[in-house]
């Protein structure tokens, strides 16, 4: 049974950084891309960013470029979000995901998920 656990997330002020850390079990992801996705109370599931398995390339939503960065460890089967820079519309529900796909944002892509760790930025 696959399993994805995060941890990490927690009160942190603005300009503040944190870093989540996600860990699959279950199977092995090292031909999966994974990623991290995250939502708001009234919004809809955004996507942050992943890293594929194909060359590692790396790719981010928008909102969070330059300020968040994804890296994986294959031999952990784990996945981490570098977050700085954190505002206050970075609040949300993190979610990390495995995909097929070498590069897709659509959230219909992703087979597996964790059940997300809260991140709040205030002050």
């Known amino acids: 049974q696959v399993h994805l656990a995060e941890s990490g997330g927690r009160w942190v002020q603005p300009g503040g950084s944190l870093r989540l850390s996600c860990v699959a079990s279950?199977?092995?992801?090292?031909?999966?891309?994974m990623g991290w996705w995250r939502q708001a109370p009234g919004k809809e599931r955004e996507f942050v960013g992943a890293k594929s398995w194909v060359g590692g390339s790396t790719y981010y939503g928008d909102s969070v470029k330059g300020r968040f960065t994804v890296s994986r460890d294959n031999a952990q089967n784990a996945v981490f979000l570098q977050m700085t820079n954190l505002r206050p519309e970075d609040t949300a529900l993190y979610f990390c995901a495995t995909s097929s796909w070498h590069y897709t944002w659509d959230a219909v892509n992703y087979e597996y998920w964790g059940r997300g760790t809260q991140v709040t930025v205030s002050s």
């Open positions: 279950g199977r092995n992801f090292n031909s999966n891309t």
